[in-house]
Structures are given as structure tokens and as C-alpha cells.
């Protein structure tokens, strides 16, 4: 499974973190407004606190 990290939940970031996470990938995400990311979380995005946070990458299993 693929790791994608979207930031930026605008109209285009939103879109894209909610079609990966429809396609079954691994997705973390930040927006400089937090509030933007409650749906993506609730959808099983992985919210970051910060961007430099959302960039670091993910230890394989």
C-alpha cells in the first residue's frame, strides 16, 4: 500500500486526500487551519501538527 501526504486541504488538497483514502492508501494530512482535517480524519486520514510533521517519512512495518 502506498503512503501519501497531503498538505493543504483547499478545494484541490481536499479532493485528492479523499480519493486516496477511498482507494484504500495510507493518507496523513496538515492544513494550516486544523479544523479543515476533521473530515479526512474521520474518513481514517492520520492528521499531522504540523507540516514539517506530515513530511517526515513513515517507518515501514
Known sequence: ?????????????????RLQLQQG?????W??????A????AQGAQVAASAAEASLPVPSC
Do not use: F
Request: glycine share 12%; net charge positive; hydrophobic share 45%.
Open 31 to 36: 492544513n494550516r487551519t486544523a479544523a479543515k
Open 1 to 17: 500500500m502506498n503512503d501519501v501526504t497531503v498538505i493543504g486541504l483547499g478545494a484541490m488538497g481536499e479532493t485528492l486526500a
Open 38 to 41: 476533521g473530515a479526512r480524519s
Open 25 to 29: 492508501h495510507q493518507v496523513t494530512v
